[in-house]
């Protein structure tokens, strides 16, 4: 399937070729940065183009850089909010963003 897919998106290219499915791949010199097309996150801020045919394959290959985390978090956030437990809390950032 890794080869036969059009477009190789992963959620972050240097972990990509160290674990999950490409890794031994990467490991026999069969697969490059090269081969992927394209990050999730530069196909969701529309810096490449996602699917563009309704017959084109793409392989996502996520290696757990935190989206499990983030998508975990968020569902038992919401669970917790549901069924009126939890506890509220106030964070403070003092980070300065330009």
């Known amino acids: ?10 959620d972050h ?3 990509a070729f160290h674990r999950g499915c490409l890794a031994k791949l ?4 069969e697969i490059t940065d090269k081969n992927i097309y394209a ?8 810096y490449k183009t996602g699917r563009e045919s309704d017959d084109e ?4 290959v996520p290696t757990g850089t935190g ?24 964070l403070q950032q003092d980070i300065d963003i330009h």
């Open 26 to 29: 990467a490991e026999r010199g």
């Open 67 to 90: 989206m499990l985390d983030v998508a975990t978090a968020e569902l038992a956030y919401r669970k917790a909010i549901g069924a009126g437990i939890g506890n509220h809390i106030t």
């Open 13 to 15: 290219r240097e972990q």
């Open 1 to 10: 399937v890794i080869k036969m897919a059009d477009k190789i998106v992963v």
């Open 39 to 46: 990050t999730i996150g530069e196909i969701i801020a529309g």
């Open 57 to 60: 394959l793409i392989l996502f």
